[in-house]
């Protein structure tokens, strides 16, 4: 059975940085893709960050020069590197991997961390 295990998350003030990290466990195949989604309260949930096998990623709009999503295939491990953090950015970020479709940005992945807060204080 696939198991999502997230850490790294917490408080911190606006402008300042945390990284975000994501283990498998579960499953040696080769998955397609990982990836972050995120969701504030009252807000619908939205793809932060993917990356895939090939290494190519895809980034929001919403972060994109402040976000890095990263990947070691061999520790079956996923981060998301924060910078710049600001008020907008907090929620309960999720991370997702996906081994028969591609969907870790859009769409439905078909397995999910238990998520992890991110809080940012202005």
């Known amino acids: 059975q696939v198991q999502l295990t997230e850490s790294g998350g917490g408080s911190v003030q606006a402008g300042g940085s945390m990284t975000l990290s994501c283990v498998v466990h579960?499953?040696?195949?080769?998955?397609?893709?990982m990836g972050w989604f995120r969701q504030a309260p009252g807000k619908e949930r939205e793809g932060v960050a993917a990356?895939?096998?090939?290494?190519?990623?895809d980034i929001a709009s919403s972060v994109k020069g402040r976000f890095t999503i990263s990947q070691v295939l061999a520790n079956n491990t996923v981060y998301l590197q924060m910078n710049s953090l600001k008020p907008e950015d907090s929620g309960e970020y999720y991370c997702v991997a996906d081994w028969v479709s591609y969907d870790c940005y859009e769409g439905s992945p078909s397995n999910w961390g238990q998520g992890t807060q991110v809080t940012v204080s202005a």
């Open positions: 579960g499953n040696p195949v080769s998955r397609n893709c």
């Open positions: 990356i895939y096998t090939s290494g190519r990623t």
